[in-house]
Structures are given as C-alpha cells and as structure tokens.
C-alpha cells in the first residue's frame, strides 16, 4: 500500500514539473510573438495646433507629424487655433508631453500663450511661422527670405522686360503672409533692379471664390502688372482661369504654388511657367521627432529648414 502512495506521489510530482515546464515555454513564446514589450507601447501624447482652415498644406503637415508619431511609438491630437475661441491658451492644462503650434494670430497675443506652455515646462515646437523671443523656441519649416528668393530666381528665369510684380499673399498660408517683408526683400534680391517700381502686395481670404474677384479687380486696375506670384495653391488655380477668361495667358507670367495635379498640368501646358513647392510632410515629421529629442533629452536643433523644391516644365 505504502508503495502504490509513494508511486502516485511521483507521478504526481512529474506531472506538475511537465506542466510548469509547458507553462513557462508558452510565457516565452508569447513575450517573443504575441505580447508587446515595453519599449513597443505608447510612451506620448502630443498635441498639434494648427490654424482653423484645412487645406491640402496643413493636411500633410499632419500627414508627416502622425507617420513620425507611429515611427516613435506615440499619438498625436489634433486642434484647431481660432481667434474666437483659447483652445491654446487652455494648452498647458491637458497634461500632453509637448505640443506643436503653428501661430498666425497676432505675434503679441501667439507670444503670451507659447510663454504660457513654456511656463508651464512643457515641450514646445513653432512649425512654419516663428515668434520672435529673448529665449527662442525650436523652429521647423522654411526660411521665409529664402523663399522669396526661389521666387525671384524663378521670375528671372521667365522675364522677358522689365517686371511690373505683384504678390497675392493669402489667409490660407498665414506664416507667408505673417513673413511677407521678408519674402518681398528676397524677391528683390534676386532680382537685382529689373522691377519696375515696388513690389504689389494683395491677400485674399479662406473663401475660395475670393482669389477670382481680386484677379479680375486687379487687372482692371493695374493693367501693367505683367507677372503674378502667388502663396497659395487654389489662389493660383482659381487665377489660371481668369487669364483664360480675359485672354491674358502669354501677355502675364504666374509663378504658383504648390504640387496640385491642375497646376502640374497647367505648366506642362505652359500656363503656369513655374510653381514652388514647400515639402509640408517634412515640416510635419521633424516637428514630433523634435518633440521626441526634447522629452528624451532635454535638447533638439533651434531650428530645421525644411527647404523647398521648383517644379517647372521640365520636372518629371
């Protein structure tokens, strides 16, 4: 009797070794295939701030902020900046780890809530338009004067005389609008002297039926201009049909920006001589890996020019 009880306890011993040994084999396998470790989870929460309109620009912005927030195991909100509303004076209480804010409102009213954010010692990032600061915040887009630069250096390649230039800025890009001093400076450096009197500058609204009117409005006006530059993508689309409209294709030049599908066919059908593209996915991308750097380092670059392309004729 004793025997058959110390038989049974052996099984019975072997038995749960086998079963601790299957258990700890299946706790290996899943860490290694099915359970994600640590380092794969979420470890931010990031906000981006963007003006209130959504147009194809600030839609690749966040295209490039979310594709470097998945590459960093990390989620972004999105948040629109309206004048009527403190969504960004409110930023520094919804606990996020940094956050990205694209200003256009008043440089002086922008300047109090990102003094507030950083008051409040939390990550901060300017993409596309920069405040000016006794302590500068990190900066990442485009460097406005180089900008008007590319511009002049694509209405050199096109005059044929002297220019007669105006510039129709845009609600739609307020950080161009915001640095227009600076875009006209690197425009008239490029030029070295073929203008004929001062640089025209004209802004239309958010509303897409406005870039038609102010066209229509200014050639009635000022029949002389001879070349058109403009900052916004529709604005430039909605121009190419007034020049149809009043038979001015050949007798005025349009420099456009952006990479729409209609302004690519535009150029190659001659329309449009040229058309500058700003890589806004870039701006987007560097901005959370910024973010990422501070909160794992406390430091990043003061600022990353994120450039800018010319598509013309030629461009594949």
Known sequence: MKFLIRIGIGLFALLALVTFSFSLTLVRN????????????????????????????????????????????????????????????????????????????????????????????????????????????????????NVGRKYGAAVNRIATGPLKLAVVYSDKAPGMFAERELIEIGITDSLSGKLIGPIMGFKTSKNPLDAEELIYKLFRTNPQINTLVFTDSSDTIAAVQVLIDMNLVGRVQIVGFGNDPSIIEYIRKGIIAESIVIKADLIGYEAIKALTELKATGYTSASVDTGLEIIDGNSK
């Open 30 to 145: 899943l860490s290694v295939r099915g359970v994600p470790r640590a380092k794969e989870q979420l470890e931010y929460h990031f906000s981006l701030y963007l003006p209130d309109n959504r147009n194809s620009f600030f839609n690749e912005i966040i295209k490039g902020a979310q594709k470097a927030a998945k590459e960093r195991h990390a989620v972004v909100s999105l948040h629109s900046i309206d004048p009527s509303r403190y969504e960004l004076e409110m930023a520094s209480y919804t606990g996020v780890d940094g956050i990205v804010v694209c200003p256009y409102l008043d440089d002086d009213i922008a300047r109090r809530q990102l003094e507030k954010i950083r008051n409040n010692k939390i990550p901060l990032v300017l993409i596309n338009h920069n405040i000016p600061s006794d302590q500068p915040w990190p900066y990442i887009g485009i460097n406005n004067y």
